[in-house]
């Protein structure tokens, strides 16, 4: 095929040695099949902003650090150059996710190389040499979904420890290889300690898979994972290794209205005395410049 004009530089570079074809276009990004130091491998160019179909919501990017103050306040600012950044900061993100889950044992696409706006990175396969499907393309008899479950609750464990949480998983963003579920897309990789919004996502994440696996075997249905998980990392007890049950007891206490009330009172009622110790501060340094005017006038 003709070679795209994002692809052409790495094929210059001698990167790529030959374009195969695309393999999907979606409102991130086109994929292609390629040919690099022998191997067939997928380079997925990421589009501009302005042809992107989802934005780069600050909901995911809550918490992502940047180290660059002059670009950190950019960014705040929403300068041109900011902008150019916040840009470059969000096509980093999946890139840098890659390599720390691919570390953390997680399998997600093994990543090569990220050059102008295009990634390298392993082709995924199924037992035949295909194009691995994404799971919203296949039924699973029961025992399969129930593997294949294990199988994403154990990866989604080992990114949580790692620090990351996808933001967006469902079964159009899990491939099926030969060796089981490969989790893919994750621009918006959320920071789990950083992020407000972390608790709400990973559950939706936890449950958005146990939904699709429960349409094969009804029984995943009547699991907690999410819940399960969240709170041992909130308590610092989770680990890769972490053996859960997939359930999870919710508390049923009543609320002590009076106590809580007794809390908000005593709050209140600090932040009063300090507003007024401010004031206070406030007030006398005012008074002292005064006098200090006054002095000086009087000795002119």
């Not at 030959?18 to 690099?36: D, I, N, P, T, Y």
């Not at 959320?190 to 994440?205: L, Q, T, Y």
């Not at 049950?245 to 002590?256: A, K, Y």
Request: aromatic share 8%; proline share 3%.
């Amino acid at each position: 095929m003709k070679i795209p004009k994002r692809l052409q530089p790495l094929v210059e570079d001698g990167l790529i040695d030959e374009v195969e074809g695309q393999l999907m276009s979606g409102k991130e990004a086109q994929v292609f099949v390629v040919r690099s130091h022998g191997e067939r491998r997928c380079a997925k160019v990421f589009k501009e902003a302005k042809q992107r179909s989802f934005k780069q919501a600050v909901q995911y990017q809550e918490g992502r650090r940047e180290r660059n103050s002059r670009r950190s306040r950019a960014m705040a600012k929403k300068t041109r150059y900011g902008q150019k950044e916040q840009e470059q900061a969000w096509l980093n993100a999946e890139v840098d996710a890659l390599y720390r889950l691919a570390a953390a044992d997680v399998r997600v696409p093994k990543p090569f190389g990220f050059i102008d706006g295009v990634l390298l990175m392993e082709m995924i396969t199924d037992a035949e040499g295909l194009t691995a499907p994404r799971l919203d393309d296949v039924t699973l008899t029961a025992d399969e979904a129930r593997a294949h479950y294990a199988k994403v609750i154990g990866d989604v464990v080992r990114m949580l420890c790692a620090g990351l949480i996808h933001g967006d998983l469902s079964e159009f963003n899990v491939l099926l290889a030969a060796d089981g579920p490969v989790i893919i897309d994750l621009p918006q990789a959320v920071d789990a300690a950083g992020n407000n919004s972390a608790a709400w996502m990973f559950e939706r994440d936890v449950d958005n898979m146990r939904r699709y696996f429960g349409r094969f075997a009804p029984e995943l249905l009547a699991t907690d994972y999410g819940k399960e998980i969240w709170s041992l990392y909130e308590a610092g007890d989770l680990h890769p290794e972490s053996q859960l049950t997939g359930c999870f007891e919710h508390d049923t206490r009543e609320v002590d209205v009076d106590d809580l009330m007794t809390v908000i009172d005593d709050v209140r009622e600090e932040e009063e005395e300090r507003r007024a110790l401010l004031g206070g501060d406030r007030d006398a340094g005012v008074a002292e410049a005064a006098a200090d005017w006054r002095a000086a006038h009087d000795e002119r």
